[in-house]
């Protein structure tokens, strides 16, 4: 069982010096809640620091059915695993809320990679993503609904206040179609265990906002299996 509610701690992969002069070596640029920050099926001509903000990560498949498969928030990298293998996009970045990110240009990301012996941090960093995903999806089969509504918020806030363990933390922008995605049900069964998250005193809701006012009790919940 994880002692911390099993959300995954942030994966601080540079350190604040190196992250710091990362970002001087691109552009910083604004991104409106709802717009494609990075497009699936896109060359990979840059990547995207972000740096505030939380984004989703999403496979549209030519059905047209959506597959999340990540949320990313400040200090993390976005689209860089086809700036290295020279391929396409294979999933498509979306902004949950306004974000800022630093725009790094292919090239001079990978020389600024190599020159700071970077290379087996990022590998590092593209294992761990994996095994992520991994453990995500044995919980879309073995998990209850609660379980797994309530570790999604824990990551959620763990991304928007990744420095600090605050006591109640708000997200907004999140719709309850984008919390279905990532846990695996349908609407209505999003809104039923809002509701039991709700009864016990861990939420609040509102359109399209999550108050969690009880870390406690959430975590109480993402431990149980």
Known sequence: MCRRGCAPGRRRVLSEEVWRELQSQGTSRIFRERSVMLRQGSPGTHLLALTDGLAKVVCREPSGAVTW????????????????????????????????????????????????????????????RLRESDVHRTELLTLPLVVRLARALLRLAELTAPAAEPDVVQLTG???????????????????????????????????????KDMKTLRHWASAD
């Open 69 to 128: 498969l990540a949320f990313r928030g400040p200090g993390d990298l976005l689209g860089e695993v086809s700036v290295f293998n020279g391929t396409s996009r294979t999933a498509e970045v979306v902004a949950l809320t306004p974000c800022t990110a630093v725009v790094l240009e292919a090239q001079r990301f990978r020389r600024f990679v190599e020159q700071r012996g970077l290379v087996m941090d990022l590998m590092r960093q593209a294992l761990s």
């Open 174 to 212: 999140l719709s309850q179609e984008e919390i279905a995605q990532a846990t695996g049900v349908t609407r209505n069964s999003v809104i039923a265990g809002l509701q039991r998250l709700r009864d016990a005193g861990a939420v609040e809701t509102a359109r399209r906002v999550i108050v969690i």
